[in-house]
């Protein structure tokens, strides 16, 4: 009976403990129900609020977002620009899915309107059956004027700044605007060559008023580097443009122009460095030509016995830029020699010195002018020395002064009698023209804006210069000869840059040219067959005959197509004309000869920076060709 009846209170309780154990079940799971269920409620109910457009992707809200409708979009704080503008460079819109990526770069659009002081921003707000956008904008005021600050000496007057601004007053203020009108003001800074002008600063204040900083580009210091024989003062007292002066581009190129016509430099190129004030470090840097040259020969005749010659020519003499020639001729019937020297400067002002003596003979001729085939050969020598100076006046116009002194006479070849003397040869004879001392002093007047004198591609040259022989000085021969020459080039490709890098001479050889020039001399006494005019030949009209026509008036003529052919090589096509008219006569038109033809350049290296020239000359007039040699351009 009591085994029965505990099994009963057994069952009972476990019983009991099942049935109380199922209740607490049921019980935690309705809670944990009602929990998730407010849970829910919780996150459909907020929207997040980014306080910038900016959201990384760990900010984003999760994918049920997407399926939020932009129900409205309400812009505030614009007062000019109208709703219809911001709402046209949106993407997003009332009625379409919200998409966050697509309102952030709606942002960046309004921003990119330029009309707003700082970035847009936005806030969500929940609406029945969506989510409404309110984009919160700055205006920029409205424009009231220009306030101007220039670091630098002010090239331009603040009142032409502000003039150079093309925004009415009261029009709203927009970046697009702004940065036409700085670009308009950096641009009259370049069209002057002060191309490292720059604007630096631009605020606009509450009122209106945009603040422009100007730098008009100022330079620091310049150096030099690649020199190991020049030395720097060679290269840097060529240069106008100073520490402390606005960099002017154009200005700048003429400097080492100038310096490349030194004939010291294969090559210069240029680098720049900005200090943190934004001033410029100009680097020079150089690669130095051969400058130095030697030549030796020697033979031996029976008729002349020993002969030997040399000659020595340095450029660049204890690297100061200065110019030494030696050249001898020993033995022979004609012994000759020349010593000569030139200084770019010996003062502060940049004078120039030149000083030559020499002992030289050369065959020479006189032509009849009606028939070239017919004329007088001679060998004429010289003998004498001269000293020169250059002052410059500025940067383009030259002084000039030489006096020389000259002893001549003529040696006829072959047994010729003076009465067999072609008629030109015999007035200079009758005329006591022939021989004789000739003492002299010249004086000089030079305009020259080419960028490159070996080889010009744009500016001109003009010259006048007068000589009077005798008189005070002495001599036999007293005469007023007085000459000017204008020579100009046009550049058919023109660049511009806003930082020259360099020069070299294969950049001269890349330009096509036209050139031209012009010369008119003339002279009033007895004129010396040495100081005589001369036309024809190589120098002057290509393809005649070396002095084909002398006497003591002259015009010539030449126009000249040059043009790139291959790094270091170019071609020409010129046509020549000119006229010479012995002592006595007038200039006269029909003895005027004229040739044209073509040929080409060559820089050779060693041979230093002029191109070895080549021409072929066709004599129109007489109907003759000749192939000529030489060094350099003719002009």
């Given at each position: 009976?009591?085994?029965?009846?505990?099994?009963?209170?057994?069952?009972?309780?476990?019983?009991?403990?099942?049935?109380?154990?199922?209740?607490?079940?049921?019980?935690?799971?309705?809670?944990?129900?009602?929990?998730?269920?407010?849970?829910?409620?919780?996150?459909?109910?907020?929207?997040?609020?980014?306080?910038?457009?900016?959201?990384?992707?760990?900010?984003?809200?999760?994918?049920?977002?997407?399926?939020?409708?932009?129900?409205?979009?309400?812009?505030?704080?614009?007062?000019?620009?109208?709703?219809?503008?911001?709402?046209?460079?949106?993407?997003?819109?009332?009625?379409?899915?919200?998409?966050?990526?697509?309102?952030?770069?709606?942002?960046?659009?309004?921003?990119?309107?330029?009309?707003?002081?700082t970035p847009p921003k936005y806030i969500l707000e929940p609406m029945e059956g969506g989510v409404k956008v309110l984009i919160l904008i700055e205006e920029n005021p409205p424009f009231s004027g220009v306030k101007v600050k220039i670091i630098g000496p002010g090239l331009f007057k603040e009142e032409e700044i502000v003039a150079m601004f093309d925004i009415e007053k009261g029009e709203i203020i927009g970046?697009?605007?702004?940065?036409?009108?700085?670009?308009?003001?950096?641009?009259?800074?370049?069209?002057?060559?002060?191309?490292?002008?720059?604007?630096?600063?631009?605020?606009?204040?509450?009122?209106?008023?945009?603040?422009?900083?100007?730098?008009?580009?100022?330079?620091?210091?310049?150096?030099?580097?690649?020199?190991?024989?020049?030395?720097?003062?060679?290269?840097?007292?060529?240069?106008?443009?100073?520490?402390?002066?606005?960099?002017?581009?154009?200005?700048?190129?003429?400097?080492?122009?100038?310096?490349?016509?030194?004939?010291?430099?294969?090559?210069?190129?240029?680098?720049?460095?900005?200090?943190?004030?934004?001033?410029?470090?100009?680097?020079?840097?150089?690669?130095?030509?051969?400058?130095?040259?030697?030549?030796?020969?020697?033979?031996?005749?029976?008729?002349?016995?020993?002969?030997?010659?040399?000659?020595?020519?340095?450029?660049?003499?204890?690297?100061?830029?200065?110019?030494?020639?030696?050249?001898?001729?020993?033995?022979?019937?004609?012994?000759?020699?020349?010593?000569?020297?030139?200084?770019?400067?010996?003062?502060?002002?940049?004078?120039?010195l030149t000083t030559e003596v020499f002992l030289l003979s050369s065959t020479d001729r006189v032509r009849n002018i009606d028939n070239p085939e017919e004329f007088t050969k001679f060998i004429m020598e010289r003998k004498g020395g001269s000293i020169g100076f250059v002052r410059p006046l500025n940067e383009t116009d030259d002084l000039s002064a030489k006096l020389s002194f000259l002893d001549g006479s003529i040696d006829v070849e072959g047994d010729v009698d003076p009465a067999d003397y072609i008629e030109q040869l015999k007035d200079y004879m009758q005329r006591g023209l022939l021989e004789g001392t000739s003492n002299s002093?010249?004086?000089?007047?030079?305009?020259?804006?080419?960028?490159?004198?070996?080889?010009?591609?744009?500016?001109?040259?003009?010259?006048?210069?007068?000589?009077?022989?005798?008189?005070?000085?002495?001599?036999?021969?007293?005469?007023?000869?007085?000459?000017?020459?204008?020579?100009?080039?046009?550049?058919?490709?023109?660049?511009?840059?806003?930082?020259?890098?360099?020069?070299?001479?294969?950049?001269?050889?890349?330009?096509?040219?036209?050139?031209?020039?012009?010369?008119?001399?003339?002279?009033?006494?007895?004129?010396?067959?040495?100081?005589?005019?001369?036309?024809?030949?190589?120098?002057?009209?290509?393809?005649?005959?070396?002095?084909?026509?002398?006497?003591?008036?002259?015009?010539?003529?030449?126009?000249?197509?040059?043009?790139?052919?291959?790094?270091?090589?170019?071609?020409?096509?010129?046509?020549?004309?000119?006229?010479?008219?012995?002592?006595?006569?007038?200039?006269?038109?029909?003895?005027?000869?004229?040739?044209?033809?073509?040929?080409?350049?060559?820089?050779?290296?060693?041979?230093?920076?002029?191109?070895?020239?080549?021409?072929?000359?066709?004599?129109?007039?007489?109907?003759?060709?000749?192939?000529?040699?030489?060094?350099?351009?003719?002009?």
């Amino acid at each position: 009976m009591f085994q029965l009846k505990s099994r009963f209170f057994i069952t009972l309780i476990i019983t009991v403990f099942i049935v109380f154990g199922a209740g607490i079940l049921v019980y935690a799971e309705e809670n944990q129900g009602e929990k998730k269920t407010e849970n829910t409620e919780e996150e459909l109910t907020p929207i997040p609020q980014p306080e910038t457009p900016a959201t990384t992707e760990e900010e984003k809200p999760p994918a049920a977002e997407k399926e939020l409708v932009v129900k409205a979009i309400e812009i505030q704080g614009n007062a000019r620009i109208l709703d219809e503008q911001i709402l046209a460079v949106m993407v997003t819109r009332p009625g379409r899915t919200f998409v966050y990526s697509e309102l952030e770069e709606d942002m960046v659009r309004i921003g990119e309107m330029g009309y707003f002081r700082t970035p847009p921003k936005y806030i969500l707000e929940p609406m029945e059956g969506g989510v409404k956008v309110l984009i919160l904008i700055e205006e920029n005021p409205p424009f009231s004027g220009v306030k101007v600050k220039i670091i630098g000496p002010g090239l331009f007057k603040e009142e032409e700044i502000v003039a150079m601004f093309d925004i009415e007053k009261g029009e709203i203020i927009g970046s697009q605007r702004l940065a036409e009108n700085y670009e308009k003001i950096e641009d009259a800074y370049r069209q002057k060559g002060y191309t490292a002008a720059t604007i630096v600063g631009a605020e606009i204040d509450n009122q209106g008023v945009v603040a422009v900083e100007i730098n008009e580009g100022i330079i620091k210091e310049f150096k030099v580097q690649g020199n190991t024989k020049t030395k720097s003062i060679v290269i840097l007292r060529e240069l106008t443009l100073k520490p402390g002066d606005v960099y002017d581009s154009v200005q700048f190129r003429r400097d080492l122009e100038k310096i490349f016509a030194l004939q010291l430099f294969e090559d210069i190129t240029v680098d720049y460095e900005l200090t943190d004030d934004r001033q410029i470090i100009v680097i020079i840097n150089v690669t130095e030509a051969r400058t130095g040259q030697f030549g030796f020969g020697a033979g031996y005749s029976s008729q002349d016995g020993f002969l030997g010659e040399f000659t020595y020519t340095e450029r660049n003499f204890r690297g100061m830029g200065q110019r030494v020639n030696l050249m001898g001729q020993i033995g022979g019937p004609n012994p000759d020699f020349m010593v000569s020297f030139y200084s770019p400067t010996i003062d502060k002002r940049g004078t120039s010195l030149t000083t030559e003596v020499f002992l030289l003979s050369s065959t020479d001729r006189v032509r009849n002018i009606d028939n070239p085939e017919e004329f007088t050969k001679f060998i004429m020598e010289r003998k004498g020395g001269s000293i020169g100076f250059v002052r410059p006046l500025n940067e383009t116009d030259d002084l000039s002064a030489k006096l020389s002194f000259l002893d001549g006479s003529i040696d006829v070849e072959g047994d010729v009698d003076p009465a067999d003397y072609i008629e030109q040869l015999k007035d200079y004879m009758q005329r006591g023209l022939l021989e004789g001392t000739s003492n002299s002093v010249q004086l000089g007047f030079t305009r020259d804006t080419r960028d490159f004198a070996l080889d010009p591609s744009e500016g001109f040259s003009a010259n006048i210069t007068g000589t009077y022989y005798g008189g005070l000085l002495g001599g036999d021969f007293d005469a007023l000869k007085v000459s000017t020459e204008y020579r100009t080039y046009f550049k058919l490709n023109k660049e511009r840059e806003q930082f020259v890098t360099g020069v070299s001479p294969t950049r001269f050889h890349k330009n096509h040219v036209i050139a031209f020039r012009i010369f008119l001399g003339g002279a009033t006494g007895g004129l010396s067959l040495f100081d005589s005019f001369k036309v024809g030949g190589s120098d002057s009209v290509r393809g005649t005959e070396e002095a084909l026509q002398t006497g003591d008036k002259s015009i010539l003529a030449n126009l000249e197509y040059r043009f790139p052919i291959i790094t270091n090589l170019s071609g020409a096509i010129f046509i020549d004309s000119g006229t010479a008219a012995p002592p006595g006569e007038s200039l006269n038109m029909d003895n005027v000869v004229t040739s044209v033809g073509g040929g080409i350049r060559y820089r050779i290296p060693f041979f230093g920076i002029a191109p070895l020239r080549l021409d072929y000359g066709y004599d129109i007039k007489n109907g003759t060709s000749r192939v000529t040699f030489g060094f350099g351009q003719i002009f």
